[in-house]
């Protein structure tokens, strides 16, 4: 089945909305592992708004699934990477200040670039990954970096299928061959929701994992947090 890596963002950003330590990230870790998610997701910037340094350095301990580090290789980034040395790294072109990731990378422009902070994660054993937009040219581009990987930048899938357009998948099913033609590994985050994900995953071939944050703490709110975990392990199978 296509694994799910649950983004705690949220979670950090309500405890720092009230300081102290409530909710707990560590134990929400803890307990979202154990409701069944194949991983944890989280994306520090450099303002730590939400998700901080330490929080990344002490959810090494928690984290016995996945661990995805994503963030903007600015140099403190890629040192916490290094430090932390999670399962993988998913590489995002955040403007310092962005309030969320809204676009992929453009892998020609910056391909040296991220070709050479590729190689150090994964002199490190990280493996890598690359958001980018559901584009082909895109897809060629991200090859060319080395990565293992590339995260499906899925916002403008979600806004054409909360309008009723299914045809909004097409991109990124052409994305996704492409991906298979050239044996780059396929992620896929942003807006995926319990109303969207089952239609995305039988859609997209050989999706690995898909990183969803904003949207299930969401519907947790309503569902309740084990039970909504579990809702998506059911439409991911």
């Not at 890598?128 to 403008?156: C, H, P, Q, W």
């Not at 690995?208 to 998506?232: D, F, K, P, R, T």
Request: proline letters at 3%; one cysteine or more.
């Amino acid at each position: 089945m296509t694994k799910l890596s649950v983004n705690i963002n949220k979670i950090a950003t309500l405890r720092n909305a009230r300081g102290g330590n409530v909710p707990d990230l560590l134990k929400v870790a803890a307990d979202i592992q154990k409701f069944g998610a194949h991983g944890i997701t989280i994306h520090p910037r450099p303002d730590e708004r939400h998700i901080r340094y330490q929080d990344a350095r002490d959810l090494k301990a928690i984290v016995h699934t996945e661990y995805n580090i994503e963030g903007n290789p600015q140099h403190n980034f890629i040192d916490l990477v290094l430090e932390c040395k999670p399962t993988q790294v998913t590489l995002v072109p955040d403007a310092i200040g962005a309030l969320t990731s809204n676009a992929g990378w453009d892998t020609i422009k910056h391909q040296s670039y991220l070709k050479e902070v590729i190689q150090e994660f994964q002199r490190n054993n990280i493996r890598t990954s690359i958001f980018v937009d559901a584009n082909e040219a895109m897809v060629e581009g991200a090859k060319a970096t080395g990565t293992d990987r590339i995260e499906l930048y899925t916002e403008s899938f979600a806004h054409q299928y909360g309008l009723g357009n299914k045809e909004g998948i097409q991109p990124f099913i052409q994305a996704a061959l492409k991906a298979n033609e050239l044996d780059l590994g396929i992620n896929a985050g942003h807006d995926l929701s319990l109303d969207n994900i089952r239609f995305f995953k039988e859609n997209i071939p050989n999706l690995l994992e898909v990183s969803i944050g904003h949207a299930l703490i969401s519907e947790a709110i309503y569902l309740g947090l084990e039970n909504v975990v579990n809702m998506y392990l059911q439409k991911l199978k």
